[in-house]
């Protein structure tokens, strides 16, 4: 015989491990995982160290409009990131502002549950 293999009964009292529980949920929305992972690998293409955007990241969530319960985390976490890459002559802080006006352009004029596009933007995408 190979092996043998043994059922919890569902009946049987469950133990729980708390180092075996998932962690709570890390991120609230999809583009906050997607801010996460860019930096992430922004940094592990060498782009900047991790102490360098750790000393951006801080600067942004010191600001008086930082929220104490942290709700607003990603939000300062993109901003950092933006502000990094500005510093890094990657983006300008001009063309970042009006490419996000242009997609809240876009999703203000897209029907409801039709895919949002720059292309829906009325006034046209930023060159």
């Given at each position: 015989m190979r092996g043998k293999a043994t059922l919890t009964q569902p009946e049987a009292p469950q133990k729980s491990n708390p180092a075996t529980q998932p962690d709570p949920k890390v991120f609230d929305e999809p583009w906050q995982a997607q801010a996460?992972?860019?930096?992430?690998?922004?940094?592990?293409?060498?782009?900047?160290?991790?102490?360098?955007?750790?000393?951006?990241?801080?600067?942004?969530?010191?600001?008086?409009?930082?929220?104490?319960?942290?709700?607003d985390y990603y939000s300062h976490w993109l901003t950092a990131l933006e502000k990094l890459l500005a510093s890094k002559g990657v983006v300008d802080v001009p063309s970042v502002a009006a490419l996000a006006k242009s997609w809240q352009r876009a999703a203000h004029a897209t029907p409801h549950g039709v895919a949002i596009t720059l292309d829906n933007d009325p006034i046209g995408r930023p060159v």
């Open positions: 996460f992972a860019l930096t992430v690998t922004l940094h592990e293409s060498g782009l900047f160290d991790w102490p360098e955007w750790a000393q951006f990241l801080s600067a942004e969530l010191h600001q008086k409009s930082a929220k104490e319960d942290g709700s």
